[in-house]
């Protein structure tokens, strides 16, 4: 069972007043849509099946996590060695990123209510190709992201190396993210884990933990 989290002051070793709870939020198929698994596919003018099939098991997973760059992942993208169009595939993945429906509305009004947020993501260096494009930054800081830290989820490491940085009780974080696994290890670790779905559905999980959220008058009157 989840326990509301009531909005509170905590005060850091800088003495600067931190508003709790801190937001954690996955990025892909969270807050940006994932051209991975139509755009992707499409570009490579196969099936998503057929694309798994050929491609090399690990290289992706070693480029999120930093242990390759991008041109180590051409040359190893696919098993058989296969030349990449590397970038018509930033391409491809550049023209995909959009804001999930909802959500940056949602970003900009706990931004309002001076929430403390930050991405905790498995994704490589194009991290910065998405920043470039929709300005997260705005809303949150790029503060976890696993070619940065070095670690993925839903390995525990990572949920303690945030816990380290952020000096924080893990009761005091609420993490969101889209794949149940990533949420389980989240609670695993303390932390509260929502599931999202949709922004919908996540703010009114959000309000239910008593997270202060601008009604959407208040949040376009902001805007202007």
Not at 35 to 47: E, G, L, N, T
Request: proline share 4%; net charge negative.
């Amino acid at each position: 069972m989840v326990h509301k989290v009531t909005s509170s002051i905590s005060v850091a070793s800088d003495k600067k007043k931190k508003k709790l709870p801190i937001l954690l939020f996955d990025v892909m198929d969270t807050i940006v849509r994932d051209p991975f698994y139509q755009d992707v596919p499409a570009f490579f003018r196969m099936s998503m099946k057929d694309l798994l099939e050929c491609k090399h098991p690990t290289a992706w997973i070693e480029f999120e996590k930093g242990l390759i760059n991008e041109m180590e992942l051409s040359q190893k993208f696919f098993k058989d060695n296969r030349p990449l169009d590397l970038e018509g595939l930033k391409n491809c993945m550049r023209c995909g990123y959009t804001y999930i429906e909802g959500v940056e509305t949602l970003l900009h009004s706990l931004k309002q209510n001076d929430y403390e947020m930050h991405a905790f993501t498995n994704y490589p260096t194009w991290y910065t190709m998405i920043e470039e494009k929709l300005r997260i930054s705005t809303y949150l800081a790029w503060s976890f992201c696993s070619c940065i830290t070095g670690k993925r989820k839903p390995e525990a490491d990572s949920y303690l190396e945030v816990l380290s940085r952020l000096k924080v009780d893990p009761a005091s974080c609420i993490f969101i993210d889209d794949r149940m696994v990533n949420v389980e290890a989240a609670r695993n670790a303390g932390m509260i884990g929502l599931l999202f779905k949709d922004a919908a559905s996540l703010q009114k999980d959000l309000s239910s933990l008593g997270v202060e959220i601008c009604s959407t008058e208040e949040d376009a009157i902001n805007q202007e």
